[in-house]
């Protein structure tokens, strides 16, 4: 206990632990929020026109503060997607924070218009995820190695909130291997409907 501790180093650190799991513990809750909360139906007056560009090109200063030894690089074309904002923005993030843990030191994010509509990949060079776990990585809780997830934090929720936000959006979100062999991971938003038809 506090008490029993002799020198302020001992007092130091147990103090820093506490805070440490109290930070865990704030974050997990977080996380449950924001998952039970998209877990809800689209409502199409939040739906607002987002400007890919501008997103992607902030991801980079978001996440300097996790991992300055990472370079993140983009490649984006000028694109606008029908989204709830604050939903593609937590989407986005929650890819680029997970690729920026895993990277040995490169992440790329790339936008770009398909036939099907707007596609946003984010990879890393990191060790990627076998075949066989891909689809599971985007289910709650799952997390690939305990060891390694412990050491660099996360709550297993982060994915699974991607593909919640996804299908809100009538998208998806697809993983596989990137060009270094780390994870791949790719959001693919609709063609809204009006713009089909045109």
């Given at each position: 206990?506090?008490q029993?501790?002799e020198?302020?180093e001992?007092?130091?650190?147990?103090v820093?632990?506490?805070?440490?799991?109290?930070?865990?513990?704030?974050d997990?809750?977080?996380e449950?929020?924001?998952?039970v909360?998209?877990g809800?139906?689209l409502d199409a007056?939040?739906l607002?026109?987002?400007?890919?560009?501008?997103e992607l090109?902030e991801?980079?200063?978001?996440?300097?503060e996790l991992r300055?030894?990472v370079v993140?690089?983009?490649q984006c074309d000028?694109?606008?997607?029908?989204?709830?904002p604050?939903?593609?923005?937590?989407a986005l993030?929650n890819l680029?924070t997970?690729?920026?843990?895993?990277?040995?030191g490169q992440v790329?994010i790339?936008?770009?218009?398909?036939?099907?509509?707007v596609?946003?990949?984010?990879e890393d060079?990191?060790?990627?995820?076998?075949?066989?776990?891909r689809?599971?990585v985007l289910?709650?809780f799952?997390?690939?190695d305990?060891s390694r997830?412990?050491?660099i934090g996360?709550?297993?929720?982060g994915?699974?909130?991607?593909q919640?936000i996804?299908k809100?959006?009538?998208?998806r979100?697809e993983?596989?291997?990137?060009?270094?062999?780390?994870a791949?991971?790719?959001?693919?938003f609709?063609?809204?409907e009006?713009d089909a038809?045109l």
């Amino acid at each position: 206990s506090l008490q029993k501790m002799e020198t302020s180093e001992e007092k130091d650190a147990l103090v820093s632990r506490i805070n440490r799991s109290l930070k865990e513990l704030n974050d997990l809750v977080d996380e449950l929020l924001a998952f039970v909360r998209v877990g809800g139906n689209l409502d199409a007056t939040e739906l607002e026109e987002v400007d890919v560009v501008a997103e992607l090109r902030e991801m980079p200063d978001a996440v300097m503060e996790l991992r300055e030894d990472v370079v993140v690089e983009i490649q984006c074309d000028p694109l606008k997607v029908l989204a709830i904002p604050r939903y593609f923005k937590r989407a986005l993030m929650n890819l680029v924070t997970n690729a920026v843990r895993h990277a040995q030191g490169q992440v790329w994010i790339e936008g770009s218009n398909g036939r099907d509509g707007v596609q946003v990949a984010v990879e890393d060079d990191g060790p990627g995820i076998s075949a066989d776990l891909r689809e599971k990585v985007l289910e709650p809780f799952f997390r690939v190695d305990e060891s390694r997830n412990a050491r660099i934090g996360g709550t297993g929720l982060g994915l699974a909130i991607v593909q919640r936000i996804m299908k809100l959006h009538g998208g998806r979100v697809e993983v596989g291997e990137g060009r270094a062999g780390g994870a791949r991971f790719v959001l693919s938003f609709p063609i809204p409907e009006t713009d089909a038809q045109l």
